[in-house]
């Protein structure tokens, strides 16, 4: 597919968002629906080659949208975006320690010039695919964030870097499984079809009720069954672990509102 | 998809072929129908950052599927693989120049200690799926290697890297274009769809009849429409286009037979 950038009120409804996101750090499931959104890692260049092997290495958790060097902000994504300050709310990384969560990343920006900037694809991209076809977003109904887990299931790792596989959890009704895997299925560069389907204990999910990133699950329903699909957060867990000395990244379920239509990355 | 390697008469095949292309300078097209085949490039790692680059802007001609670092010539794609001698040819570059075109690339390999090396994916992959549909592939059926074409479709240019992009072409019954489309389609990481259907021209295509790398087409025949599908020999433009001082390539349609099945890439 070609790369197909939105015209007219989605376009509007994008560039909105990211203004929103000067400001308001509310997460952005459901926003701009039909927009890809995206993830965001930055790293000075002399850990850029570790961070770009290891998304292919792992390109169910990290798979790459653009690339943005040289300290550079602006996505091709989203012609005139400010990556400093269009997302929600980003975390600054300093060893591998979270070190704060601003709104604004500008000052954090500016400490590195040779910054490299790698946006990764969302699931939020196929729930679109998901609600126009019924399956409920229950994070989405309930007005939470996405919860998300660091699992027990090692990625591949790639220089300096290693870490722990993320994934974000919906719950799905039995009936409707087979459709969220082909939906979810056909945007395999953005994380596209489910990791894994009912057992967080066989993912080595801490505690299911605790995600280690958004929010709390509401409790499931009769007849629902947890549904994993791998996350842009992986890198994140890889920050931490790899103790990264300074790194920018969006924080969780807070994303990159893009121009780019859905479509575009639809098989 | 999880990665799934063959197992029986299948791997061995593509043990046979390997073992065979050590000394056998043929084309692969066909060989171990089931397996993954690969292109490679082989640049030092003062180059990597900007052949990944490359990669991650143009993922369609250029899916990486594996990277080997420092030196290293086994893949994880096929276990005791050796890549110095495991592909029938291959090209040595130097400053963009072809030097070279060994049936071993073992004495190349060593002037360099840091190669890292790229395999990437190939449109054989989904050769098999139209076989199986029973789609004619006319050049096997010619018994000539796939015609390869230089576009005059730039590429996204990354680092010190830019070229044209290249395309393979497979003449299709107008009949099974739509089947050859959502076959192909559903191998999105080994080049997916085609980028072109019916007009040389249009692409940029010096002379339909003279490609610039494989060989000739035969003539077309009635109600055929030539098909383009973007060709992992793209880097072997850019190498030329970029003077890039060192590389080795595969030869054009001479590729690296994996121990991977092809599902393992689709959709």
Known sequence: MSQLFAEGDLLASGRAARLKARTDPAPTSGVAE???????????????????LYAQRNPKPVPVLDVIEGGGYESALAP????????PQYRVWRDGELDSEPVDATEAWAEHPDLVTFLIGCS??????????????????AGRNVPMYRTGVDCRPAGRLKGKLVVSMRPI???????????????????????HIGDPDALGI?????????DAPVPLRDGEVPV????????????????????????????????????????
Chains 1, 2 share one sequence.
């Not at 993830?39 to 000075?44: A, E, G, K």
């Not at 409707?176 to 953005?190: E, K, T, W």
């Open 80 to 87: 005139g975006s400010d990556l400093r300050t269009d997302i």
């Open 173 to 195: 009704a039995c009936d409707r499984i087979a459709d969220a895997v082909r939906i979810s299925g056909g945007y395999p560069s953005v994380h596209g079809a489910p990791v």
């Open 34 to 52: 039909g927009l890809v959104q995206a993830n965001m890692i930055s790293v000075p260049k002399d850990w850029a080659w570790d961070v770009l």
């Open 124 to 141: 939020f991209t196929f729930e679109a695919g998901l609600h126009q076809a019924q399956i409920e977003i229950r994070h989405q109904t």
């Open 228 to 267: 994993f699909w791998a996350c842009g957060v992986t890198p994140q867990a890889a920050i931490a672990a790899s103790k990264v000395p300074f790194a920018i990244t969006h924080a969780p379920g807070a994303m990159f509102v893009t121009d780019v239509l859905n479509e575009t990355y639809a098989v």
């Open 206 to 214: 801490r505690d299911f009720y605790a995600p280690e990133y958004g």
